[in-house]
Structures are given as structure tokens and as C-alpha cells.
């Protein structure tokens, strides 16, 4: 075996424990043939039976492999944690560094020259991402893509936007069960993740343009066959990858996670790009603060029409108007072209040739769909580490709002009061949960947006003013402010405000204070006592004890790259 590859420590040494590592491949059915001299890579595998929207690789797993095959590798299947979005409970965030972990140590453990990563549901685009360029092994991402266009009575349906939307109307009364049911059936067509610019579209698009995919391939529909070609032009490349030795530390870099930044802005993105961003970026070696985010921010208009932040379009009008390589080419002046991809060549030479086929869908500079990026960061006494808005999303009337609190301290207390039609409540007030951070959800539940009062919504209300440490599906919309830092549960600010204190916010001037004096709040702080520790043994456990806050990425603090030197390869004796 070509002595450069890692896995020849594994299978070429003439001695027993060698030899027992080949013996073992041969009682699989193989030879020398199949694995000598060639690059073994690894496919990592988020496929399981409860995630929708990875449902096609179980398919696709045998696209990839073709691939390396094709390109004279050798393909190895590693099934990892799955993270459905839509399954796994109490949330997927729990469990992402759980993934990373997983990821990393399955590559380090094994004779692996190379990773295909297959991921594309919210969270195992970071996780395995995270993992990756921790193993520091040549890596590159395959998305699973978006699922096709929901339907209803001849409307495009959204995944995730439209069922909050029609779920309000139900609680309106405006809407019957079986148009409900009628709205159940048609809103996820096929497999493939939202087809919003939800998390998942964010991340694979931020992947993309951290140079990770392919060009394209965050675009793509899943159900579309050039999503297959995409597979195995995956496999083939990884294969090159290795004997290029382009690892990840040639690619993630200022540049690239400064490209990402903007990129992200710019489509409209989740709001839970800002705990994924800063962890993958951090994992590399690259400080990335919600400060930077900001800044990028407001510097970057969003250009990509697709919902929540735009009013009509979805991903596959996305991919038909010219995908995300268009848009990057639509704001090449604000990147930095020479990036470095996994293609092997630098992201400006990968853009050559991009077209924007639908100027409406993805827009010029000139004529954005909101004149600054798609988040903002507040900070004040209500949030002294920060909190993130998405300004595109909401009613531009409570982007500066004052007004009084109605505080809820569980997701249950709130979900009890806020179908009670006498609940003291108007548009004005600011309703806040608390308790459902990283530490206190636990894992930071996707409970931000907090439904509005069933009252209102007979008003004729369909926004208000809502705050939370907790995270919000990106397929959310609404004057939803989140990830409020420090958490309640640790003692945050957010743990002391009361129901009834007038609480002020201005987006333009990046502001969210609660109007208490600091004699008030210094009595309250010294009442206020701990919750109950969430676990008492576990990952839960472990997961408490190490998860850092939302302005910091929530790694695990044992985890982030200047925690400890560098682990080295594994002994083999």
C-alpha cells in the first residue's frame, strides 16, 4: 500500500497486528485488490427511518460509493447519529456535539484517508462539519437538499412558515379541520429538508460557501436526479482530495468563514446560524464573535427572495433562478474570491459562468429585499452577552417597541394562558419565556416562537413582540428576539424581569434593556435561586456541565480547538 496514506499504518506493516486488520477485510469478502494502495474513504451516514429528510441516503449512500469507486478509492459506510428534526425530542441541539464527537472519533479510530459527509437536516450539517475539521482528515460535505414545493388548492406551500400560519388561523377560527388536513398533506411532498430558507437550507448554503461542497450542491433538490450525479461527482472528488492532501485547515479560514458570514446575510438566514457559524468557525481555529456577525450584517442586504424573509418564493424556485452559486456571483464584491474550496480551486474561479435566471428571485445589490442582512444582535441589561433578531421576518413596527412584559417561566405555563381569551394581553405587551436555554431548555429548544395569544389573533394580530433564551425553527417568522445571554437558568438577567416591567427595544440601534432600576434588580438578583440541576447522570449530565452559552456557539467547552493541544494519531500495537 502507497506508504502516504494514513491507512496504510492499518494494513501495510508485515507484522501481526497488521495482519489481522487485513484478515478481518477479507472475512468481509474482500482482497487485497479492493483496498491496496488506495485511499479508504469514509461516507458518514445520517440515514435512519424516523428522518424525513434523509430518507433518499439509502440510495444515495450507494451514488457516493460509485464515485469512489469510479476514482480508484476504496468506500467505507459509517452510519452516524441521525437528528431528525421533526422526531427527535426534547431537540436535535442536545445532541449536535454528541454528533461532532461521533464524528471525530469514529475518523481518528479508523483507517480513514478521507470523509464524505452526508448531511442536510438542521443539525448534522455542524455537528459533522464541527467533527470534521476537529479529525482534520480531506472532508467534503454532500447536502441532502430541499424537499419539493408543498401544495394546497393550487398555493405553494412552505415547509415549517406555512404551518405556523395556518395553525394561527385554525386558532383563529378562519380556517376548518379539514383544511388543516388538507394543509398536513400537502406540505411535504417528497423526502429532502424544509424548502424554506429554514436551518437547513442556511447551513448547506454555509457550508457551500466555506468552500466544503462542491459548487452547487446546497441548491439542489433532493428529489431531482442531478442530486445523484451531484453524489458521485462527491466520491470521485474526495478521492482527489486525499491525494492532494486538502484538508480542512487549507479551507476553513478568515476568508472563508468571513464568506459565510455574508452568504448567510444575504439568503435571509435562520436565526440558528449564529450558534453553528461561531462553533464550526471556533472549531477551526477562527474566532468568530456575534460582533463580526453584526458588523457583516449590516453591510450585506438580503438578495434571496425565498420565505420566511421573502414573501413567495421557495428553494426550488431558488435552485431554477440559478441556486446559490448565482447569488455569490450576484455579491462576488463583497467576498473574498480567493477562498479556497474543495474543488481545489479558489471560490472566485468556482463562480465563473454563475447567471441569475430570475431577478426577482435572487435580487441585485441594487434592489434588495431589506436593506441590511438578514440578523441583528441586540445587547443591554436585558442581554448583556447578546441576543439575535431577524429584522427581515418581522413587522417593521416592533423593530422599536416599548412595552409592558408577561413573563412565563415553562413552555407549559405558556402554552396553558395563551388560549385563554381572558388572558390580560394586548399587541403592546412583550411576552418572554424563560428557562429554555442551552442549560435550562435543556439544549435550547426551538420554543422561540412563542404563539400569540389567542386573543389577539381574533383581533385580527398576527406579530408580537417575543423574547426568550430559547433558539426558533428557521423556518419561523415574527418580532421573535433569541438566545438571550447569559441564560435564565444560570442567572441571566432575563431571570429577574417580572411581569409588568416595560421592556424597550430598538433594532436600528441594536438596544433591548428592561426600564428597572439597578436597586430593583439588585434585590431581586440577590432572591433569585437556582433551578434543579436538569440531569443526575448521562450525556444530559456531561451535556450541563460542559455547553457554553449561545454567544460562544454552544461546543463543549473540552471540545472548542484552544481547549488542548491537538489529539494525535492513535497507537497501533
Known amino acids: 500500500m502507497t506508504s502516504t496514506l494514513r491507512s496504510a499504518r492499518w494494513f501495510a506493516p508485515d507484522d501481526l497486528r497488521s495482519s489481522g486488520h487485513r484478515s478481518r477485510l477479507m472475512q468481509m469478502g474482500y482482497d487485497a485488490r479492493d483496498w491496496g494502495e488506495k485511499p479508504i474513504i469514509a461516507i458518514l451516514n445520517t440515514w435512519s427511518d424516523l428522518n424525513p429528510c434523509h430518507a433518499h441516503f439509502k440510495h444515495r449512500i450507494e451514488d457516493v460509493k460509485r464515485g469512489v469507486l469510479q476514482a480508484g478509492g476504496f468506500p467505507v459506510e459509517l452510519p452516524v447519529q441521525s437528528l431528525s428534526e421533526s422526531s427527535l425530542k426534547p431537540t436535535t441541539m442536545l445532541y449536535r456535539n454528541f454528533l461532532a464527537m461521533e464524528a471525530e472519533e469514529l475518523l481518528r479510530g479508523h483507517p480513514i484517508d478521507g470523509t464524505v459527509l452526508m448531511g442536510g437536516c438542521d443539525k448534522t450539517t455542524p455537528a459533522l462539519v464541527m467533527g470534521a475539521i476537529s479529525a482534520g482528515l480531506p472532508m467534503i460535505f454532500l447536502p441532502a437538499g430541499p424537499m419539493l414545493r408543498g401544495h394546497y388548492k393550487g398555493e405553494h406551500l412552505g415547509s415549517g412558515s406555512d404551518a405556523w400560519k395556518y395553525w394561527d388561523e385554525r386558532r383563529a377560527g378562519t380556517i376548518t379541520d379539514e383544511q388543516w388536513i388538507g394543509v398536513e398533506e400537502g406540505i411535504a411532498r417528497s423526502y429532502g429538508h424544509c424548502m424554506t430558507f429554514g436551518t437547513a437550507s442556511t447551513m448547506t448554503a454555509i457550508a457551500e460557501s466555506l468552500g466544503l461542497t462542491l459548487p452547487g450542491a446546497s441548491s439542489i433538490p433532493a428529489a431531482d436526479a442531478n442530486h445523484i450525479r451531484m453524489s458521485t461527482r462527491c466520491g470521485r472528488r474526495i478521492v482527489e482530495m486525499v491525494h492532494e492532501k486538502l484538508a480542512p485547515d487549507k479551507i476553513i479560514t478568515e476568508k472563508s468563514v468571513a464568506n459565510a458570514s455574508a452568504v448567510a446575510m444575504a439568503t435571509g438566514c435562520s436565526t440558528n446560524a449564529v450558534v453553528h457559524l461561531i462553533a464550526m468557525a471556533r472549531r477551526a481555529g477562527v474566532p468568530l464573535t456575534l460582533e463580526d456577525l453584526d458588523r457583516i450584517s449590516r453591510t450585506t442586504p438580503v438578495i434571496a427572495n425565498i420565505r420566511p424573509s421573502g414573501k413567495q418564493y421557495l428553494m426550488e424556485d431558488f435552485y431554477y433562478a440559478g441556486g446559490l452559486r448565482a447569488l455569490m456571483a450576484e455579491m462576488k464584491e463583497l ?239
Not at 474543488?343 to 434588495?368: C, K, M, Q, Y
Not at 435550562?440 to 389577539?456: A, D, S
Open 335 to 573: 467576498l473574498h474570491l480567493d477562498a479556497m474550496t474543495v474543488s481545489g480551486f479558489p471560490l472566485g474561479a468556482t463562480l465563473e459562468g454563475a447567471e441569475v435566471h430570475n431577478s426577482d428571485v435572487i435580487r441585485p445589490l441594487s434592489n434588495p429585499i431589506y436593506h441590511e442582512g438578514s440578523l441583528a444582535v441586540l445587547k443591554g441589561n436585558l442581554a448583556p452577552d447578546g441576543c439575535v433578531v431577524k429584522p427581515s421576518a418581522c413587522e417593521e413596527r416592533l423593530r422599536v417597541h416599548e412595552g409592558p412584559a408577561l413573563v412565563f417561566d415553562s413552555y407549559p405555563e405558556m402554552k396553558a394562558a395563551i388560549d385563554d381569551e381572558d388572558l390580560d394581553v394586548t399587541p403592546d405587551h412583550v411576552l418572554i419565556l424563560r428557562n429554555a436555554g442551552p442549560k435550562g431548555g435543556p439544549g435550547m429548544p426551538e420554543w422561540g416562537m412563542l404563539p400569540i395569544p389567542k386573543k389577539i389573533l381574533k383581533q385580527g394580530c398576527r406579530d408580537m413582540l417575543r423574547i426568550s433564551d430559547a433558539r426558533m425553527s428557521g423556518t419561523s417568522y415574527g418580532a421573535c428576539i433569541l438566545h438571550v445571554a447569559p441564560e435564565s437558568h444560570i442567572g441571566g438577567p432575563l431571570s429577574l424581569v417580572r411581569t409588568g416591567d416595560v421592556i424597550r427595544v430598538d433594532v436600528p440601534n441594536r438596544t433591548i434593556d428592561m426600564l428597572v432600576d439597578e436597586e430593583t434588580l439588585a434585590k431581586r438578583r440577590a432572591e433569585w435561586k437556582p433551578p434543579a440541576d436538569r440531569y443526575e447522570r448521562g450525556y444530559g449530565w456531561m451535556f450541563s456541565r460542559h455547553i457554553k452559552q449561545a454567544n460562544e456557539g454552544c461546543d463543549f467547552d473540552f471540545l472548542e480547538t484552544a481547549f488542548g493541544s491537538a489529539v494525535g494519531e492513535p497507537d497501533i500495537f
